[in-house]
Each structure stands twice: as C-alpha cells, then as structure tokens.
C-alpha cells in the first residue's frame, strides 16, 4: 500500500524475522530493548482481519521471534499486545502485535502486565 511506514519497512533491512507471510522489525519506540513488531506481508488494517493461513502462521511465526530475542537479549518475560482501532491507540493502520521483552527489575511491580495502560483500575488483586 502507499504512503504505509510498515510496508516500507517490511521492503527494507530492517526485518529482523521473515517468513512467507510475516516479517519482524524493532519498534521504532521500544518500551523495552528488543521489543518488536510482527507484522503481517499483506496491508490491512485490523489485527481480526488475517485470513486462515495467516492465522494459521502467526504462532509458529511469533514463537521464532521470541526464540532470536531470548537469545540476543536474555528476557525474563514477555508481553504481548494489539492496539486494534484508532480507540484502542493504533496509530499505524496496519495490522501488527508487538512483543515486548520483559527484565526482572524493570518495573517495581509487574503484576497486571499489560492493565498497566489503565493505571487507575491495573491494580485488581489485594495490595
């Protein structure tokens, strides 16, 4: 698609991963070292939009990521997430998830992973 960051990148040397259907770049604003974006070779827009077979790749493609960064950056743990619509905080609109290394240390406390984007209700257990 024109004037579309990603597909640009997916063209480029950036792609740290690739597969028929897939490639892999380092976010250009990590929250953490390593995070990347997984990002389908076919443009549209929403993460609920992939067909069968793309469906059918992404765990596959997705574990072989997790697999270069636990090697290149020794995580202690993942995250993963989808901002899915403009509401949800997409602003690139084309499909993508990001995997998110994780260290021990890198946040005082950790639990609630990704409800952190809701800092007023990321609390939800007994403190």
Not at 36 to 42: A, E, G, S, T, W
Not at 45 to 63: G, H, I, K, M, N
């Amino acid at each position: 698609m024109a004037n579309c960051v990603f597909c640009d990148l997916l063209k480029s040397e950036t792609v740290v991963q690739r597969s028929d259907r897939f490639g892999a770049f380092f976010d250009a604003y990590p929250v953490s070292p390593g995070h990347l974006l997984i990002v389908p070779l076919r443009h549209f827009e929403s993460f609920f939009e992939f067909d069968q077979d793309e469906a059918a790749e992404l765990y596959p493609f997705v574990a072989g990521c997790k697999d270069v960064l636990d090697r290149r950056f020794e995580p202690s743990g993942y995250n993963l997430g989808v901002n899915a619509g403009r509401a949800a905080g997409q602003t690139v609109m084309h499909a993508h998830l990001h995997l998110i290394p994780r260290y021990s240390g890198d946040v005082p406390d950790p639990r609630g992973g990704v409800r952190g984007i809701f800092p007023d209700i990321a609390r939800y257990w007994d403190a």
